[in-house]
């Protein structure tokens, strides 16, 4: 412990810790593949993040996992050093993960050929313990380096870093993971113990530097870029000493170096007054990552080449034997479901806009008002809308993308100032779905946000009175951060989850027959 007793770092969390400091001995140490030409002096470093569960392509025509690797392969033909990395939440978002619970991402991680992976925030989604046996058939190595997970069934399946060689030349990764909590639902991440982001990232990146001798940095990050009131990729690149690169995830900020917004955001700088590489891909798969590192110029002030590779139709003369038989075992399941009609909408409901989230607000209350009578409002978070709806018919399959978690619909009864409390959650995301008798209106700046007027049915929000409020039951245990709806009671819940409770409503209860959508208004207003 004396090696990073000159960090100012809490000592309830030093203590116990002693797998930090015994780095060292956990780390992995991987030599570069055979080569393949002579330009051994770089590196190609090829990454991912936020795939969730996207194999085919989107309805945008971007993305898919053939064209990913038809560009991973031609990488790998031309250069003799390649590392292809992902920086998590490679599940959760399509049918592959609703039917197959993770397996199928696991077994196309293997054959891209992913060496090194952290975990996301969608990778506890079934539990821990699901988590765990899925994660046991991949290939990759896994790192965390602020996950304790001895008091977990991942116990054993990371390790805190793990360092490369190529050219004569050492690469350290590190894994690091945001907070669980407000995040992650409650029981799915039992014996889990965070460390500190900022603390823990220089406190091994200064032993990678220092102790390990090695010549570059990176940090493998699922934090997301800068996230309201929370340390995000900015944050630790302009807090940290030793980091060269950080390659995140989370947030799903696409930073494309070509624009003047993205080549600001890509190159910051460390307390030291060095240069920091930030980067991110997006969210699905529509871009790949490349960065390029001249090995000789490490130590020397070399600068990293970065570009975003868009995924697209360029690639579809390519297929993969081995990759395409594994999409074939698994496609049907998902085919049938898709084909299978529950309704049909006007035009296209984007899950970006309000007329979605406000038609699927409006069903949580009469979804809960069905478990219990006096709801007085609906809650929902428009992160849980993950797809749009197209025009014309749809299926039980685009119901199931659009709300792919296994949620339940919960009835809480909450005191007034609690439910002010979550409004102001709220307003931190520009606002988010709340039932068609409600309105809000809110203040922002870059630290805060304020709910400043809410009304329910006309009346301004009382702080003194009890309410019975439908959601979700990720909100209701204090999922986004709406911890003001923990203190309150949970007074009934549904039997099925939400994308079946919806594809009742729409089949059989007060939605059967309606078109999807009609309600394009916003329902919050943002004051100057």
């Not at 809490?10 to 991987?30: G, V």
């Not at 991402?105 to 506890?124: A, C, D, K, P, S």
Request: proline content about 4%.
């Amino acid at each position: 412990m004396s090696n990073f007793a000159h960090l100012n770092y809490p000592i309830e969390i030093m203590k116990n810790r002693i797998f930090i400091s015994a780095l060292a001995a956990m780390a992995l140490i991987m030599p570069s593949c055979s080569p393949k030409t002579s330009e051994g002096e770089k590196l190609v470093i090829l990454h991912t993040n936020d795939t969730h569960s996207q194999i085919d392509p989107l309805s945008d025509g971007l993305g898919g996992v053939m064209r990913r690797k038809a560009v991973i392969d031609s990488v790998r033909a031309a250069n003799q050093n390649v590392l292809l990395v992902d920086a998590g939440d490679a599940v959760q978002g399509t049918l592959y993960f609703y039917l197959y619970g993770g397996k199928v991402e696991q077994e196309i991680f293997n054959i891209l050929g992913v060496e090194t992976r952290i975990l996301g925030n969608h990778e506890f989604d079934n539990g821990i313990d699901s988590l765990a046996a899925v994660l046991a058939l991949s290939d990759a190595e896994k790192i965390s380096t602020n996950y304790h997970l001895d008091n977990t069934s991942l116990k054993g399946m990371f390790q805190p870093y793990t360092i490369k060689e190529y050219g004569g030349k050492r690469i350290g990764i590190l894994g690091i993971n945001l907070d669980p909590n407000g995040i992650i639902s409650k029981g799915n991440y039992d014996g889990l113990e965070f460390l500190p982001i900022v603390a823990t990232a220089n406190l091994a990146a200064e032993k990678l530097k220092k102790e390990e001798k090695v010549d570059a940095v990176i940090a493998l990050t699922h934090i997301g870029y800068n996230p309201a009131g929370l340390v995000g990729d900015s944050v630790l690149a302009t807090n940290s000493h030793d980091i060269d690169i950080i390659i995140g995830g989370h947030s799903h900020d696409t930073i494309d170096p070509t624009t003047e917004k993205g080549a600001r955001r890509s190159r910051l700088t460390n307390l030291d007054g060095e240069e920091v590489l930030v980067v991110q891909t997006g969210k699905s798969g529509r871009n790949l990552g490349k960065i390029e590192i001249n090995l000789d110029s490490l130590g020397l002030g070399g600068r990293p080449k970065y570009e975003l590779i868009r995924i697209d139709g360029r690639y579809d003369g390519y297929t993969d034997p081995v990759l395409a038989e594994k999409i074939a075992g698994y496609s049907a399941g998902v085919d049938s479901l898709m084909h299978l009609w529950v309704g049909t909408s006007a035009q296209e409901l984007s899950n970006e806009e309000p007329e979605l989230l406000n038609y699927f607000t409006d069903f949580i209350f009469d979804a809960g008002s069905e478990l219990i009578p006096g709801v007085d409002l609906a809650i929902a978070n428009k992160g849980g809308l993950r797809t749009s709806i197209p025009a014309g018919q749809f299926s039980k399959g685009h119901i199931i993308n659009m709300v792919p978690f296994a949620n339940y619909v919960n009835v809480v009864d909450v005191k007034g100032s609690d439910l002010k409390d979550v409004f102001d959650v709220m307003a931190m995301t520009d606002g988010n779905g709340i039932s068609k008798n409600v309105r809000a209106s809110y203040t922002k700046n870059a630290d805060s946000a304020k709910a400043t007027n809410v009304t329910i049915n006309g009346k301004p929000l009382d702080p003194n009175k009890i309410y019975r409020v439908a959601t979700i039951d990720y909100l209701a245990k204090g999922g986004d951060y709406m911890t003001g709806l923990t203190r309150g009671k949970t007074v009934a819940q549904s039997k099925l989850p939400v994308y079946d409770e919806l594809l009742r409503y729409l089949t059989e209860g007060k939605g059967k027959g309606r078109q999807m959508g009609g309600d394009t208004n916003p329902r919050w207003t943002a004051e100057k």
